[in-house]
T-cell receptor, first 114, second 113 residues
Framework: DGGITQSPKYLFRKEGQNVTLSCEQNLNHDAMYWYRQDPGQGLRLIYYSQIVNDFQKGDIAEGYSVSREKKESFPLTVTSAQKNPTAFYLC?????????????FGDGTRLSIL | SQQGEEDPQALSIQEGENATMNCSYKTSINNLQWYRQNSGRGLVHLILIRSNEREKHSGRLRVTLDTSKKSSSLLITASRAADTASYFCATDAGGTSYGKLTFGQGTILTVHP
C-alpha cells in the first residue's frame, strides 16, 4: 500500500545532541513537508521541498535542518540549537505538479528531552 | 503564522447529533481543506473546497465556504463515537506558495455513545 512512513515513533534527545527523524514516501509525490505540533495546538511548518535537491524554510526553521537527495526521502535533523525540541513531528507529501492537492501524512515521531 | 482560527475549541455531543465546526482566515486563498486527527496519529484529509466553490459534500460531511466573510464550516451529520477526534482547517494561499498549508488550532470533537 502506498503511504508515508515515519521512524522512529518515539525518540529521546540528550542535551547538545543532534537527532534525525526519518520520512519515506512511496506515493511518487514531488512535494514533502515537515510540521511541528505542540500539545493542543495546530501544525506549524518547519521546512518544505517541492522538488528533489531543493527546499525552503517554513515558519519555524531555526534549529532544524533538512535534505532532499531522493524523491522518496526527506529527513529532518533537530539540532542542538533547537532549545525546545519536545513536540510531535509530522511529515507529509503531496502531488506538487498540480494545484488543489491534499497532503498525505505519516503517523508522526514524538521527540522528548532526556 | 496561524491563519485559520477555529471555533469552538472543543465540542461535546451525543451520538446521532450533528456537529458543526467553524474556521475563519485572514488572507485570500486558493483552497481550504479539512483534516481529522485521531489521538497520537497523523492527519487524514477529509475534504478540499476550492475558492470558487460554495459547498461540497462527502458522505456525512458537508463543507461550506464564504470567501466574502473569509470563513468555512464543517458539518458532520448523524455523528458516531468513531468521529471523536481533532478537526483542523488548513488554507492554501496559492500563487508561488501553492501546496503550502497554514493550519488552524483545531476543534476537539467528543461524541458520546
Amino acid at each position: 500500500d502506498g503511504g508515508i512512513t515515519q521512524s522512529p515513533k518515539y525518540l529521546f534527545r540528550k542535551e547538545g545532541q543532534n537527532v534525525t527523524l526519518s520520512c519515506e514516501q512511496n506515493l511518487n509525490h514531488d512535494a514533502m513537508y515537515w510540521y511541528r505540533q505542540d500539545p493542543g495546538q495546530g501544525l506549524r511548518l518547519i521546512y518544505y521541498s517541492q522538488i528533489v535537491n531543493d527546499f525552503q524554510k517554513g515558519d519555524i526553521a531555526e534549529g532544524y535542518s533538512v535534505s532532499r537527495e531522493k524523491k522518496e526521502s526527506f529527513p529532518l535533523t533537530v539540532t542542538s540549537a533547537q532549545k525546545n525540541p519536545t513536540a510531535f513531528y509530522l511529515c507529509a507529501s503531496s502531488n506538487g505538479h498540480y494545484s488543489n492537492q491534499p497532503q498525505h501524512f505519516g503517523d508522526g515521531t514524538r521527540l522528548s528531552i532526556l | 503564522s496561524q491563519q485559520g482560527e477555529e471555533d469552538p475549541q472543543a465540542l461535546s455531543i451525543q451520538e446521532g447529533e450533528n456537529a458543526t465546526m467553524n474556521c475563519s482566515y485572514k488572507t485570500s486563498i486558493n483552497n481550504l481543506q479539512w483534516y481529522r486527527q485521531n489521538s497520537g496519529r497523523g492527519l487524514v484529509h477529509l475534504i478540499l473546497i476550492r475558492s470558487n466553490e460554495r459547498e461540497k459534500h462527502s458522505g456525512r460531511l458537508r463543507v461550506t465556504l464564504d470567501t466574502s466573510k473569509k470563513s468555512s464550516s464543517l458539518l458532520i451529520t448523524a455523528s458516531r463515537a468513531a468521529d471523536t477526534a481533532s478537526y483542523f482547517c488548513a488554507t492554501d494561499a496559492g500563487g508561488t506558495s501553492y501546496g503550502k498549508l497554514t493550519f488552524g488550532q483545531g476543534t476537539i470533537l467528543t461524541v458520546h455513545p
